[in-house]
């Protein structure tokens, strides 16, 4: 399944409204960022869990063109093997890098990046049942820094072999390591091609907790995930 989808014409909306309000404030630079107020801006929603903890299912993202990708960027693009499905990932290896998994953790070019222990992060289970899973704070090169989750100790893609990123591809990662099909699988992923990418990230604009609909809105009140409204992507 894709970490998203775009938004359709029911659910815009659903959510149209607050989306236009977020809009303008970047385009206003209401929040604070450095979003050109002339890019276009598209809306997405969370529909798995590759990306948590920085997405969660049933939230409604905001992303913008861009022109330039950064290592670090959360980005929206078409998936190579069919240029038609839409993911959402997190740029780790730029064009000419070399990356690799060992024992967990994220090597760039030979060296490992920076990585500190934070507490658990609680989500659901397949049975919605309160999950408490291993959550870490991972710094790149350059400074970009961000939470991730490793679910399972020795997880199927916590060892890979090295990969060279081609020149005009990028290498994304989900966030949630060891439940996201990205970049480390070649057959169904691979490395992203530039002219793949579709924008970035910007703003969660509507979060709701999962199993919720945004058509019961008499259930906002506590449904609604109000402490994420609004608040940049990391």
């Given at each position: ?47 798995a869990t590759s990306m948590a903890p920085t997405l969660l299912i049933n ?109 005009g591809h990028y290498f994304m990662m989900g966030d949630n390591r060891d ?56």
């Amino acid at each position: 399944m894709p970490a998203c989808r775009p938004t359709s014409r029911r659910a815009a909306l659903r959510s149209g409204a607050l989306a236009a309000v977020a809009a303008v404030f970047l385009q206003f630079g209401l929040i604070a960022g450095s979003t050109p107020a002339a890019a276009e801006l598209r809306t997405f929603n969370i529909v798995a869990t590759s990306m948590a903890p920085t997405l969660l299912i049933n939230e409604y993202v905001l992303v913008a063109e861009a022109n330039q990708v950064s290592r670090g960027d959360l980005v929206t693009y078409l998936l190579p093997k069919d240029n038609r499905t839409v993911y959402i990932k997190r740029v780790v290896g730029m064009p000419g890098d070399r990356v690799r998994m060992i024992e967990g953790r994220l090597h760039i070019n030979g060296a490992p990046v920076a990585l500190e222990r934070l507490e658990d992060f609680e989500m659901q289970d397949f049975d919605g049942k309160p999950q408490r899973v291993p959550q870490y704070r991972e710094t790149l090169p350059g400074g970009r820094s961000y939470r991730i989750l490793d679910m399972h100790a020795r997880g199927f893609l916590d060892n890979t072999q090295e990969y060279a990123v081609p020149a005009g591809h990028y290498f994304m990662m989900g966030d949630n390591r060891d439940n996201s099909s990205d970049s480390r699988l070649l057959a169904q992923h691979g490395t992203v091609p530039a002219r793949n990418i579709l924008g970035r990230a910007e703003l969660v604009y509507f979060s709701l907790a999962e199993g919720e609909s945004v058509w019961t809105f008499w259930r906002w009140l506590w449904s609604v995930r109000w402490s994420r409204m609004f608040t940049r992507v990391q």
